[in-house]
């Protein structure tokens, strides 16, 4: 961190279920002196808001249209179906897309799963979002198929969930404006790929101070029959009188 960076704010975005902490922490431990602004963001509107220039960089749930970002993927979640506890899927450890072909599944307008087949029956309706679905879900109107991390985030306790072992996946990635590349934005990346403080992979590390050359002691210069030579002003001594 240069002096010109203290007492900056580095803004992060993150969309839903993606949680942020543990580089956060990391980031908090290395730069004390530049806080981090964190902002939740429906999946959505993350890559608008960095385009906007309204935060700094994001994490983002792939697919995403990457014109004018720069983007690192990250890690892939497990799908799983929300359903009521008393539910027939409930008594299994996981279930197969297949399992679901007689069940109405809610398609929220804010799904972050590319699917190619919507698994089950079309519900009545799409919910505006994953936690107006999940309400849906607990009156018994339906099921839904998440990323396990929203699961976790819109916990009831009278639902539960379960893996669907063949559904489509939806990966977490770190996205930011490429034009907006900021010695910040890299020492997050370098936190993200879990690189040391030490690490000659982030920032360019500044050249070392040059040495002052020492001077070498000149030796007396040798005569070429290896004799050393005698100084100039080196007096000769006269014979002693007998």
């Known amino acids: 961190m240069t002096d ?7 803004r992060l975005a993150y969309a839903p279920g993606v949680t942020p902490a543990k580089w956060v922490n990391v980031w908090t431990e290395r730069m004390p002196g530049v806080p981090v ?27 995403v249209d990457r014109d004018g970002l720069s983007v690192i993927p990250l890690y892939v979640e497990t799908t799983v179906v929300v359903v009521p506890k008393d ?13 679901l072909a007689d069940d109405e599944v809610f398609h929220p307008l804010d799904d972050s799963i590319e699917w190619t ?15 107006d679905a999940v309400e849906m879900v607990a009156a018994g109107t339906g099921l839904l198929l998440v990323p396990q991390s929203l699961a976790r985030l819109h916990h009831r306790r009278d639902l539960t969930y379960r893996p669907v072992t063949d559904a489509p996946q ?23 790929r879990g690189r040391t403080v030490n690490s000659s992979r982030g920032r360019t590390p500044a050249p070392p101070a040059k040495k002052p050359a020492q001077r070498q ?12 030579a005698v100084p100039a002003n080196r007096r000769k001594k006269g014979h002693r009188p007998r």
């Open 117 to 131: 087949d919507r698994p089950g029956l079309p519900a009545f309706t799409r919910p505006a979002t994953t936690a």
């Open 170 to 192: 939806s990966q977490v990635a770190l996205a930011w404006p490429t034009d907006a590349t900021t010695g910040l934005v890299e020492d997050f990346i370098g936190i993200v």
């Open 217 to 228: 002691a000149q030796k007396p210069a040798q005569a070429a029959s290896g004799r050393r």
């Open 37 to 63: 602004a964190l902002a939740a963001v429906p999946a959505a509107e993350v890559v608008g808001l960095l385009r906007d220039g309204g935060a700094d960089a994001g994490f983002v749930r792939l697919p």
């Open 4 to 10: 010109g960076e203290t007492g900056k704010v580095f």
């Open 87 to 99: 539910h027939a899927v409930a008594a299994a450890d996981e279930v197969a897309v297949a399992d």
